[in-house]
Every structure is written in C-alpha cells, then in structure tokens.
C-alpha cells in the first residue's frame, strides 16, 4: 500500500500555500466563492438529513448529519475551491519556509474570506430562502436550533472550539496532499471532517450558511453573527496555523 510521509505531505504544503498566496486575485475570488458554496451545500445536505430524526434517537441526527456534511470539503478539493480554513494551513507554512512575504498571506486570508462569504450566502439565500429549503417545518427547527447553539456560545467558547475544528479540517486538507488514489483522498477528507462535526466544533465558514440561514428566517441578528465570526475565526486560524502547520513547520522546516 502506498503511503506518503509527514515529511513529504510538509513539502507538498508549502507548494500548496505558494500556490494559493501567488495567484491572481480573482482567481481567489472565484475559487473562494466556489469553496463557500461547496460547504454551504454540505451543511444544508447535513441539515436535510439529520431535521427528521426523531427526539427518541437522542443525538443521533448530529451524527447522521456529520457523515454527509464532507460533502463540502471534498468538493473543495476535488472539483476545485480555495476555503479559508485549509489556507489558514497551508499560506503559514509557504511563510514559515520563507516562500511568501506577510503582505501575500494577508491578502490571501482576505480574499478568500470574502469569496466565501459571498458563496455561503448565496446558498443561504437562494437555496435555504428563496427555495425554501432551510424556512419550513423540520429543516427550519434545526437550523435554528444549530445556529442557536453557535451563537450563545461565549468568545472563549467560540474560540476554543474554532481551535478544535480547524485542527481537525487542516488535518483532512494535510491528509489529502498525500493521498495516492481516489479512496485514499475521500478517506482523509471524511474522517476528520465527519469528526469535527459530530463534536459540535466550529467553522467559521460553515457558520457563514448557518447563521444567515437563520437571519434571513427572521431568527437572528447581523450584529449576532459578526459576534460569532471573530472568536471562530480567530480560533480556525490557531487551529490551522499553529496546531498543523506550525507544528509540522517546526518539526520537518526547521532547518529553515
């Protein structure tokens, strides 16, 4: 069975994050739109699936909608998206090897946040409002219930939780650039997607669906949601930039 090492995914990282940071700004635009799309559609596959389990089941409707909820990301990295919590992996560490210059990241984090938005939305409002799909019965409940709960969490919660998540998603990202086959790379996707979801951790892209999801239902707030998205960013950059790539950077970078 073939198998890349650690070593050689942090090589194949870095080339990914010079990648990302170096390409035309609406290249990031489009392929950031794209990836917020893609998630957006996840967590609504997640939302439809899981709104009918019955109250008898406990908590199995989250993890009925965590197993279809990698959807998202691995149309991201199949068919093509640039999501902000994999760049928050991969842009350090092109940094961290001395390939990209801080103004190339930044611009980079920037972009892709608001082409995931932008795509996030779209779905939210399209699909969830003007469709309907996310505005009646069941499917309505449970994105109200889901967007409740991420957004009564404190800052410190929110942050926490945004590490959490994002350690786990720049896993999936991590583990895909060594996969050698098409299995392989559903594999590393959907595991440590599925897990992060299933524990009730935070994305700050997912939440970019979720929340407007529920604002444009009339159960929440803009303000609530800008609250929201400045622990879970902070913590999805952590999570990313410190916990997978810092930490392999320094490992097998150090030389460097």
């Not at 392929?31 to 998630?39: R, S």
């Not at 996840?42 to 089941?57: D, E, H, N, R, T």
């Not at 939440?207 to 913590?235: C, K, Q």
Request: hydrophobic share 55%; glycine share 12%.
């Amino acid at each position: 069975m073939s198998y890349t090492n650690p070593s050689e995914i942090t090589q194949m990282a870095v080339m990914a994050g010079v990648r990302k940071a170096t390409q035309p700004v609406r290249k990031q635009v489009l392929l950031g739109f794209a990836a917020g799309a893609f998630i957006a559609l996840g967590f609504m596959l997640a939302i439809k699936v899981s709104a009918g389990v019955p109250a008898a089941w406990g908590g199995m409707n989250n993890f009925i909608g965590a197993l279809v909820f990698p959807l998202g990301l691995i149309l991201c990295l199949a068919a093509g998206g640039e999501l902000l919590t994999g760049n928050m992996m991969a842009v350090p560490i092109a940094w961290y090897a001395g390939k990209i210059n801080l103004r190339q990241w930044s611009v980079n984090w920037a972009v892709i946040t608001i082409g995931n938005m932008a795509g996030a939305i779209f779905v939210a409002y399209v699909f969830g409002h003007l469709a309907g799909i996310t505005e009646h019965g069941e499917e309505l409940a449970r994105t109200v219930a889901l967007a409740s709960a991420k957004l009564d969490e404190p800052f410190h919660a929110a942050f926490i939780s945004g590490i959490g998540c994002n350690w786990l998603v720049s896993l999936a990202v991590w583990m895909s650039y060594g996969a050698k086959d098409g299995t392989g790379f559903a594999m590393s996707v959907w595991f440590p997607t599925m897990a992060f979801v299933a524990l009730g951790f935070q994305h700050v892209v997912a939440n970019m669906f979720l929340v407007p999801a529920a604002i444009f239902a009339g159960e929440a707030s803009w303000s609530a949601f800008l609250g929201n998205f400045v622990p879970v960013f902070l913590g999805n950059a952590v999570g990313g930039g410190l916990f997978v790539g810092g930490l392999y950077a320094a490992v097998y970078l150090k030389h460097q």
